[in-house]
């Protein structure tokens, strides 16, 4: 069973994404058009879980299953679209997690959302300060409840998210 662990930033969240970085791009080749950090640990100063989001950008989300043997031997698990239609979403780490990486092909939306979303939070240090605060008190109460945490951090989750969309929009 995964503990759920909230820990104050960590400057070296940066470098563990520049390495998935290297990994994914032997990995993907010239089928990744771009590739970014996204989540918590994508912003300087949020307390986070201590795993790292990527998120690469590719040409063709169709051509990505035929990697999967690929990554697996790299450590991802392929866990298919994973509830997010157009993604295909892979975990490392087993129940030690290290890294989630969500795979969207060019021009899906759901890219945009995590860019806003991160960059919001980047500009807006109050709001990201109480999205920690929160997720800290939500890992402190459901240790081992991840849905408990996970609904616990949903409403100001999906509020940040319609922010960051307008804040998007305007910027």
């Known amino acids: 069973m995964r503990k759920v662990e909230v820990l104050p930033y960590d ?27 996204i989540g918590s640990t994508s912003v300087p100063g949020l307390s986070a879980k201590p795993i790292i989001d990527v998120m690469p950008v590719v040409k063709d989300i169709g051509r990505v299953d035929s990697y999967n043997e690929q990554l697996r ?22 129940d030690e997690r290290t890294h989630h990486i969500h795979i969207y ?13 991160r960059d919001y939070l980047k500009a807006h240090p109050n709001v990201a300060k109480s999205y920690g ?17 996970i609904k616990g ?19």
């Open 133 to 149: 605060d929160l997720k800290a008190e939500l890992a402190a109460q459901f240790p081992y409840d991840i849905a408990s945490y």
């Open 11 to 37: 400057p070296l969240w940066v470098s563990k994404f520049e390495e998935e970085v290297e990994n994914l791009r032997s990995i993907l080749g010239s089928e990744m058009i771009d590739i970014h950090h």
């Open 105 to 117: 092909a060019v021009g899906n939306p759901q890219i945009l959302r995590h860019l806003a979303f």
């Open 153 to 171: 951090k949903e409403t100001m989750g999906l509020e940040i998210d319609r922010q960051a969309a307008a804040w998007a929009m305007r910027s």
């Open 73 to 94: 031997n790299r450590g991802y698990e392929p866990k298919g679209e994973n509830g997010i239609t157009g993604r295909r979403y892979y975990t490392k780490g087993g």
